[in-house]
């Protein structure tokens, strides 16, 4: 036999090997020849072309130590290929690069300890400023970026990218134009810090969701520390929940769990499913459905209440009424079980209702002192509470705690407006959540009436308000006052550019100080309100910004500010917005602006911790605030 026809031989004996191997499913065997086996199919998931990750999310924005490290050991013990994030990983909200690279090391002795690969993408608090933009770069080189693995296309988003649309033009450039590059491949996962499809985006997440159209795709995200599955251009979008961030862990149906996610690629496409760090759920356990009930169970839990007193200074008996509303279309049952009160003789100390689906209730809870007592002295009323769905699609959707109620006169919410300002007239309303049996009373300055038609005003006035039942008890009585006004003339300037004028200052305040009297340490051009940006150390600073804003046309202006520590805003020497370093860090007011340019001038105080300033316009009653954009800004 020749050489050569060795060779053949040999050649094809090592090919009927191969394709015989080929042809059976596995390597299964077995001593089993009956016909009948005792095992349901041999169909073993061993495609060479699947694969399984996993996916861990945040850490931070409240990190209670020892989950996130529980959650990669637990990735160990399941071994996936390898392991995604959504971001949040360290604390950050600093410029201190020895306190960024501690943060840093922290997490990544943790991230050491997988055993397989792992992908960062950044959060708010991995990349809170410019400095730690590029820390995160020296650490690990790309804040965005791609990856082709068995076919399946993997793009991490920084959206921390854009102050006002959390991306950039080139960010939302580079996605198309990756999608454009891999438009073979047979499914593409989209990562992200921030859920952007429901934000503002100035239309670039929008472009590249027209880009996906064509393909098959799913969008994985975290950052509100509250997990929701949902449909969205017939794709799945995800919303994870903590895996050591804060929670209130108030249950699965909730959306408050620690987990990593299990994610299965098949031929089919991914199958996802949710590794609580105690236990095993669904892919879709949390979803739109279960959020529009969870949304009123939490509403209800906040127990909206009104106290209603005798007149006089001793409390001698009084109402507490409570709303509890059910806008889902599962039946919801109330359970309330008032705790023996000392001072207190409660009526009905122990409740229950059931509201039906799309159904809403108030109930009373009439209460008489033992002997009178000096109002404002009484313990609290307290009480242990139930409430659960009913239904059988969703077993264990429930929530219980204890609640405290104080016993004072309550100052109900009853006026509604949108300004306080107006021009020639308007009209205000009364209106309360509670028993139909109360009346409302209406005072305008001096004249005192029962509440029965909108009040219309057509000079300045103070409206006040208040609700009596017919046992002569009474709420406390709140008091708002309406300006009328004029427009705001608009400046007659020329020759503006964008942008403002800024001015640093360095010195411990306790409150906005008078900052055109002192002297400012750096000046320039500010195109953004990227405070951090701007301050030459951590703690005890300030920004004035000066300049212009453009407003396009007359009417009422809303303006708030996002302030840590606190915020001035001024129109045309008026002030609009005060924040005295509040605690909600939230404020809002309104001017009433002529179409043009006016003075503005906006005041910032850094005391101490993180350094934050968000602005926000809008017009009228409109539902959405936008970011105050730099367009609508000069100098």
Request: aromatic share 12%; charged share 25%; with cysteine.
């Amino acid at each position: 036999m020749t050489v050569m026809k060795y060779r053949l031989i040999l050649l094809s004996s090592l090919l009927i090997l191969l394709f015989s191997d080929c042809k059976t499913p596995t390597r299964f065997k077995s001593d089993v020849k009956t016909v009948k086996k005792p095992w349901t199919n041999l169909n073993f998931y061993n495609d060479p072309k699947n694969f399984q990750f996993g996916i861990i999310s945040d850490r931070t924005g409240g990190n209670r130590p020892g989950v996130f490290e529980d959650g990669v050991k637990k990735l160990n013990m399941m071994m996936p290929e390898f392991v995604m994030c959504v971001g949040d990983l360290i604390t950050g909200y600093t410029t201190d690069t020895a306190v960024i690279k501690k943060d840093w090391a922290t997490v990544n002795g943790v991230i050491s300890g997988l055993k397989m690969p792992f992908f960062y993408l950044p959060g708010n608090h991995d990349i809170t400023n410019k400095t730690m933009a590029a820390e995160w770069e020296k650490l690990y080189g790309r804040r965005y970026y791609s990856f082709v693995y068995k076919n399946t296309l993997f793009i991490s988003l920084d959206t921390n990218d854009d102050e006002n649309y959390n991306l950039t033009t080139e960010q939302t450039d580079f996605v198309i134009n990756t999608l454009k590059k891999n438009s073979d491949v047979r499914w593409t996962f989209i990562f992200m810090h921030h859920p952007i499809w429901k934000y503002k985006t100035n239309g670039r997440f929008d472009k590249i969701e027209q880009e996906l159209a064509s393909r098959k795709y799913t969008v994985i995200a975290g950052h509100e520390h509250n997990y929701n599955y949902s449909k969205r251009n017939n794709s799945n979008y995800y919303i994870l929940s903590t895996t050591g961030g804060s929670s209130a862990l108030r249950g699965t149906y909730i959306g408050e769990f620690d987990h990593i996610s299990w994610v299965s690629m098949t031929d089919e496409g991914p199958i996802i499913a949710n590794l609580r760090l105690d236990g095993i759920l669904a892919h879709d356990i949390s979803n739109e459905k279960t959020a529009k009930m969870a949304k009123p169970l939490l509403e209800n839990t906040m127990f909206k209440n009104l106290v209603l007193c005798n007149k006089g200074e001793l409390l001698t008996h009084g109402t507490l009424y409570l709303t509890f509303k059910n806008p889902s279309d599962t039946p919801l049952d109330i359970k309330l079980n008032f705790l023996h009160h000392h001072q207190l003789q409660i009526e009905n100390p122990e409740i229950a209702i059931q509201l039906s689906a799309g159904a809403s209730q108030s109930i009373e809870i009439p209460f008489h002192a033992i002997k009178p007592i000096t109002k404002g002295t009484s313990d609290l009323l307290q009480f242990f509470w139930e409430m659960k769905y009913s239904g059988p699609d969703y077993p264990g959707f429930s929530l219980q705690g204890k609640h405290q109620i104080e016993v004072n006169p309550t100052r109900p919410s009853i006026i509604n407006h949108t300004s306080p300002l107006f021009i020639d007239q308007t009209t205000i309303e009364l209106a309360h959540p509670f028993s139909k049996k109360l009346s409302m009373i209406a005072k305008i300055n001096n004249q005192e009436a029962p509440y029965l038609k909108p009040i219309e005003l057509k000079e300045s006035s103070n409206v006040s308000g208040y609700l009596k039942n017919d046992k002569e008890e009474y709420s406390a009585v709140e008091a708002e006052n309406f300006e009328k006004t004029d427009f705001q003339k608009a400046t007659q300037v020329t020759n503006l550019t964008t942008g403002l004028n800024y001015s640093y200052f360095e010195g411990e305040w306790n409150t906005i100080p008078d900052f055109p009297a002192l002297v400012a340490k750096t000046k320039g051009l500010a195109t953004n309100f990227a405070v951090q940006d701007l301050a030459q150390r951590e703690d005890h600073w300030g920004v004035l910004y000066t300049g212009f804003i453009k407003i396009p046309e007359d009417g009422f202006y809303q303006f708030m500010s996002k302030a840590d520590d606190a915020c001035r805003i001024t129109i045309d020497n008026r002030v609009v917005v005060t924040d005295h370093a509040s605690p909600k860090g939230t404020e809002t007011g309104t001017a009433a602006l002529q179409q043009g340019f006016h003075v503005l001038k906006i005041e910032y105080l850094e005391k101490i911790g993180p350094q934050r300033l968000r602005l926000y316009l809008k017009k009228g009653d409109a539902e959405d605030w936008d970011p105050l954009k730099s367009e609508l800004l000069f100098h």
